[in-house]
């Protein structure tokens, strides 16, 4: 995450001192050394990540409570219903306009069959065309948005064997 003007780098993860500073979950490494970031949020962050998806930039977490959270004026705000662990976010236009793509170790989110990968449309998550499995289950940890020369595609990287019913090298 990165502010113009504000040299510190936010640091999220599953601890609750970064130095001799009690902090749990959401650090920022600053030129004067590691300060608490504010709000916390409710639970250990799995990733962090800052994107406008069209209604303005906002700063988004995974954590460990199986959900999608934004960050508020008023606080950490629950996205919607995952059911497992968010680990990656994208922002990424497919044709219908900007949209925030959550990635991460969950079936179904807000009730749909997902298969590890979601979209936000504003009001809940819809499943992706050409969702990843595994025999074994499946995980996306990284999604990158990228036009290769032949068009804009989203590229996900992570622990599975198929992708859109393809079996991947």
Do not use: K
């Amino acid at each position: 995450l990165y502010h113009p003007g504000i040299a510190r780098l936010p640091i999220g993860g599953r601890y609750t001192m970064a130095g001799r500073l009690y902090s749990p979950y959401l650090t920022a490494w600053t030129r004067r050394g590691w300060e608490p970031l504010r709000p916390q949020p409710p639970g250990y962050v799995t990733t962090l990540f800052a994107g406008d998806d069209g209604s303005g930039l906002s700063v988004y977490a995974g954590l460990d409570r199986n959900s999608a959270w934004r960050l508020t004026p008023e606080g950490w705000y629950c996205q919607g219903n995952i059911g497992g662990q968010v680990y990656a976010y994208a922002i990424y236009d497919d044709g219908a306009g900007r949209a925030l793509y959550a990635g991460g170790n969950f079936g179904t989110a807000d009730g749909e069959q997902v298969n590890c990968i979601a979209r936000w449309t504003g009001t809940r998550w819809t499943g992706v065309g050409g969702v990843v499995g595994s025999v074994g289950g499946a995980e996306v940890h990284c999604i990158l948005p990228f036009d290769d020369g032949v068009g804009p595609a989203l590229y996900v990287g992570g622990t599975f064997e198929f992708a859109g019913g393809v079996p991947v090298v």
